[in-house]
């Protein structure tokens, strides 16, 4: 067995994104240094500045890293039949990239300014009207598409609305995502509405 898996060349950049992260949700992007962040992995600035230039370096990257399923939902989407199960699917998986992305979605619940201002928060906007757009329907009337809209918005804030409400994090997820299905499935076929 002497075929050793070849070492990971981003494990030196993952380390610097989880700390990074760690750091601009515990004390605010603007209050971290790179100087700070070199330290708590005890690395020279030198081999930070290897990987990343600048703090938004680092967080773009860990925007990047944590969003690519949601940009692979979106291209994946766009490929299907506007069916109530594809849907359904989008948010299913979109659910899913949110509970993988959570550091990052809290991060950016507690910074929204700092996130407005640099160059992800134009992306963050475009995702959202691309999924959207993938969820209602062209020509919906303008509840439908405040359902929709509403739809995404419910799980963004499930995350943060329930993070201290006692229950298994599953079941809350589950929950939140069948409060999305709903608005969609309402708006698809609004003859459903309970």
Not at 18 to 42: M, N, P
Not at 73 to 93: D, F
Not at 107 to 134: C, H, P, Y
Not at 181 to 193: E, F, N, R
Request: hydrophobic share 40%.
């Amino acid at each position: 067995m002497s075929s050793t898996p070849q070492p990971r060349r981003g494990n030196t950049r993952q380390r610097i994104q989880d700390v990074a992260l760690d750091l601009f949700a515990e004390q605010g992007y603007e209050k971290t240094s790179l100087r700070e962040i070199s330290e708590k992995l005890d690395v020279t600035k030198a081999a930070l500045y290897y990987h990343f230039k600048t703090k938004e370096d680092i967080l773009v990257s860990i925007f990047e890293d944590l969003n690519r399923p949601v940009e692979d939902l979106i291209v994946w989407g766009r490929e299907q039949p506007r069916t109530l199960e594809t849907k359904k699917e989008i948010l299913a998986r979109y659910s899913e990239a949110l509970t993988t992305a959570a550091p990052l979605f809290r991060f950016m619940q507690e910074n929204q300014a700092t996130v407005r201002d640099l160059s992800i928060g134009v992306t963050i906007k475009d995702r959202i009207l691309a999924l959207v757009g993938l969820i209602k329907d062209p020509e919906a009337p303008i509840i439908d598409q405040v359902r929709c809209f509403s739809a995404l918005f419910t799980m963004h804030a499930g995350m943060f609305a329930l993070k201290d409400v006692d229950g298994d994090p599953e079941d809350k997820r589950k929950a939140v995502l069948e409060v999305a299905v709903d608005l969609v499935t309402q708006a698809h076929d609004p003859g459903s509405a309970g």
